[in-house]
């Protein structure tokens, strides 16, 4: 059963690389791995009750974060319909590649830390469209939001799905984590930004802006209104969680049924014709299903690995074999470049309980660190990777041979900053 798992999972992972090659979409690879990794799974098992139940039990889980997922894509292209993007790029005059690339590198590493690199992700890719004209510039620099979304959700327990879970688990406190991990996740990003500056030359060509049949009724202040109505909408979902106890797309649906209650009164007098373009109901008939269905099939298919116990079995093996704490945990964050990190950090909580290392212990701050920065290794990596992989159809290959080894090379400098000064101070 391992076996034909891996196999399965194998040719499923090579057709959504191959993608260009085969001309076969990845969401269709994707889906079909994710099925048939869990047929085989049944096939080889004799309690079928025991893995519906598994199988369910993980649906939920996924849900949670392709519900998320679909909320904050409807969001950012409502803002987009109100043109509220245009308020933020007007302010970003710069136009010159080696400069701009830092300064979309920065707003995204902070703005992952507020909200989470899912988010930020989404949000920044839909910025840049705005900014620059260029697919190849553009997809550049889609990369490098990538990387630092990753590196800015690491540091903050709400900006990574597996930060969050070390928190929620007991194993790391906000303070703390806050404190040891800002220094490594900023030289994670900063390294490549200064690796790529050198590649880059001359100016960025701005997009054209097409004119709205909606512009009549659209005033400046309605613009502000629905902009900052997202980004509040946006920023109190952690604060949401905390407080309630509930999964984070509980918050993010709440929030685009507050916004679906704005733009109809904001746009109450107006007829139909007029503002079908505003409504929300436009905006969710603009967002890309094939990219959240992409996400369902990876998600299922990792499900299955974990629930068949290949995961744990890696984990524990890696512990038998390496032995030594931080090439254990640099060992996970390489992994989750390919296998999602999610179910890599709970494979680690189970083998390491509190007892053995309490709240805030090395291992589980450099675990933070390492998955949730070295997804950016491969686009399929992390949440923001599939995002924006999805959003701007990037290639595999054009991933790893523009962004990989930038990400690579940034994830091991983060690694070692977090591990002498843990030596020199803690």
Known sequence: MTLLLLVI????YAAIAFENTIKINKTASALITGVLC???????????????????????????????????????????????????????????????????????FFMSAILDNLTSTIVMVSLLRKLIRNQEDRLLFTGIVIVAANAGGAWTPIGDVTTTMLWIGGQISTANIMLKLFLPSLVCLTIPLIVISFQLKGKVERSLLKAKETSTILTQKKQLTILFSALIVLLLVPVFKTYTGLPPFMGMLLGLGILWIITEIMHKSADHETKKHLTLVNALHKIDISSILFFLGILMAIASLETSGILITVALWLSNTIGNLSVIVMTIGLSSAIIDNVPLVAATQGMY?????????????????????????????????????????????????????????????????????EKLFF
């Open 353 to 421: 309980n509190l007892a053995q290392y309490p709240m805030d212990s090395y291992i589980w701050e450099f675990l933070a660190y390492c998955a949730g920065t070295g997804g950016s290794i491969l686009v399929i990596g992390s949440a923001a990777g599939v995002a924006a992989m999805g959003m701007e159809k990037i290639d595999f290959f054009w991933y790893i041979r523009k962004i990989s080894w930038l990400a690579l090379i940034g994830y091991f400098a983060g690694a070692l900053v977090y591990i002498e000064v």
């Open 9 to 12: 999972f194998g040719i499923g």
């Open 38 to 108: 869990w047929v085989a799974y049944i096939f080889f098992t004799s309690n079928k009750l025991a893995v519906n139940e598994s199988l369910l039990s993980h649906l939920g889980d996924i849900s949670g974060i392709l519900f998320f997922l679909l909320g904050a894509m409807t969001i950012v292209e409502l803002v987009d319909a109100h043109d509220g993007f245009e308020i933020i790029t007007d302010f970003i005059s710069q136009t010159n590649k080696r400069r701009l690339i830092w300064i979309v590198g920065f707003i995204t």
